[in-house]
């Protein structure tokens, strides 16, 4: 477990891992921290710790950018919602290199943090946000449905 998420999330146990590749090659390994008692449908209300592991360099603001992009997949908001929820993930995805370590953690009630390589970034406390950040991976409308069987654990 990630150290900065022991302190968050010390019952936790790791749920599912997978990678996501594009056009074949790796861009990151995922790992889903959970607790005991992780029911995947309703993920948004329940406590967890999501991290990337990166295997290629890539720029904070792309990641951010299609964060977003990933969200609509999941759900609907607003324009002005939008603006707000990039320029917070412009501040917690700094640009990363193959090795560095994103850790998003939910609260379980709409509370989120981000870390970077072990160091806090940014938070928010939204749950609308939060249910679709981690749907992004968690949702059935991901658009990466390997990967979430992979993080969730289930059966492929």
Known sequence: MPEELQPLLPEARLR???VLRF???RVYEARLWTLPAFTP???ASQRLGLVLSYDRRLE???IAERSIAEMRRVGSFSEA???QWLALMR???PDVKPGDRLLGWHDGQGGVR???NGRPTAELADPLYARLFFGIWLAPQSSAPALRQSLLGLPG
């Open 23 to 25: 056009f074949g090659l």
């Open 41 to 43: 449908e309703d993920y």
């Open 91 to 93: 501040k917690a995805f």
């Open 60 to 62: 904070g603001g792309a």
């Open 16 to 18: 599912g891992s997978g």
């Open 114 to 116: 981000f870390f970077h």
């Open 81 to 83: 919602q939008a603006q």
